[in-house]
């Protein structure tokens, strides 16, 4: 996967990180790769190996799972500027997998986070790690209850 050094973006708030000051989100940003992904093209598909967390610097992602009896995707969601993908990373860097498939709706621009630069960052901004989890879990719980509500709606 081809990724460049990171420029932190000065105008955008990326919700991941809202628990940490903004000392500490200007050394997790710039220890990031960029990698850019053209309209059309797949970030992760579902099924592979969950090996990196992205945020979106630019662009914007759809998020699709497919139906097991049916050939047919399903849009689990459309996120852009700010958000997070590929939280399985953080889970289970060792075996987890992507639950979806991210591809990209517009050229985008993502920061990447690896499991080698998340080593990194926690050895050395120890404090760091319990903002990012947190983070990460406010975004998990926010999607839950986003699903919850639609497939409510969908049986209502």
Known sequence: MGTEPS????DVTYSVLRFLDPEQQRAVLTQLGRRT???????FQAGRPADFMALVAQGALELTVSTLSYDKKIIVAEIGRGSMVGEEFLV???NGCYQYTAVAKMDTEV????SDIMKQVVLRYRELET???KGVCRIILLRYHRATDRITEIFS
Do not use: F, H, Q
């Open 111 to 114: 920061l990447v986070l690896t």
């Open 7 to 10: 420029r932190p973006e000065p």
């Open 92 to 94: 289970s860097p060792e």
């Open 37 to 43: 992904i053209r309209r059309g093209e797949a970030l």
């Open 131 to 133: 903002g990012l989890l």
